[in-house]
């Protein structure tokens, strides 16, 4: 749930706010992130020929430095969190 002002990021802008901040990814006990402005379908259809939007792409910290990977929905858990921007009141 997003607040009035509040939308979720998507791969490139939490690539560009990992290039700029590669920190913010650190280590192991640091939180994933998340990118909820994008939407991953796999070539799957349910028999209708209609795509289903099944996982989300996610930056998290490995072995190694910084991986990207496609979580699926099934997989939630505490260990990331969602990258969201603001737009300021009023515009």
Do not use: Q, W
């Not at 496609?70 to 990331?80: E, H, K, Q, V």
């Amino acid at each position: 749930m997003y607040t009035v002002n509040e939308f979720g990021l998507g791969s490139l802008e939490a690539g560009s706010i990992i290039l700029t901040h590669p920190e913010r990814l650190g280590g192991f006990l640091e939180l994933s992130m998340d990118c909820p402005g994008d939407e991953f379908a796999p070539n799957v259809d349910d028999g209708h020929d209609a795509k289903i939007f099944s996982g989300t792409p996610n930056y998290g910290f490995d072995i190694g430095g910084i991986k990207y990977r496609i979580y699926d929905f099934s997989a939630i858990s505490g260990r990331s969190g969602s990258a969201t921007g603001f737009l300021p009141t009023g515009v």
